[in-house]
C-alpha cells in the first residue's frame, strides 16, 4: 500500500521544476524580442526547444505563450516592467546553477542570428539581475 503512495506522489509534477521551466521560458521570449527582429532562425530554435521541454502544468504550453505574450511584449517595450520581470524570472530560478543555466541557453538562443547590441545590453540586464558570470 506504502509503495502505491509513493508512486502516486513520484507521478505528480514537481512545483519547482515546473516554475523554472516557466521561467525559462519567460527568458527566452523576451530575449526574442529585444533586438526588434523576430528572426526565422530564432523562432525554428525556440520552437524546437520548447517541444523538447518537459511540460508538467495543469494548463497546456500554448495557452501558457498565449497568456504570457502581453506581459513579454509590455516587458520588453519598458524598462522598469523589464526588470520587474527578470526579477521575477530570477525568484523562479530556485538556484545560482538555474540562473546559470538559463542565462547560458539566452546566450546560445540570441546567438543564433548574431547578437546585437540591444540583445548584448539585455544580456548584461541578466547577468546584473540574476548575479552570473559571463
Not at 503512495?5 to 525559462?24: G, H, I, N, T
Not at 521570449?29 to 521541454?53: C, F, H, I, N, Q
Not at 524570472?89 to 546585437?116: C, H, M, N, W
Amino acid at each position: 500500500m506504502i509503495e502505491r503512495w509513493k508512486a502516486l506522489f513520484r507521478k505528480e509534477p514537481q512545483p519547482s521544476l515546473q516554475l523554472q521551466r516557466e521561467a525559462l521560458v519567460d527568458l527566452l521570449l523576451l530575449g526574442m524580442y529585444t533586438d526588434r527582429l523576430l528572426s526565422v532562425a530564432e523562432a525554428d530554435l525556440l520552437e524546437a526547444k520548447l517541444l523538447d521541454l518537459p511540460w508538467e502544468s495543469g494548463q497546456a504550453l500554448s495557452i501558457y505563450l498565449q497568456v504570457n505574450m502581453p506581459k513579454i511584449r509590455m516587458a520588453y517595450e519598458h524598462l522598469p516592467t523589464r526588470l520587474q520581470l527578470l526579477q521575477s524570472i530570477r525568484d523562479r530560478l530556485a538556484t545560482p546553477e538555474s540562473r546559470q543555466s538559463a542565462y547560458r541557453k539566452l546566450q546560445e538562443f540570441l546567438a543564433i542570428d548574431g547578437v546585437a547590441g540591444d540583445e548584448q545590453e539585455f544580456l548584461t540586464q541578466v547577468r546584473t539581475v540574476f548575479g552570473v558570470v559571463a
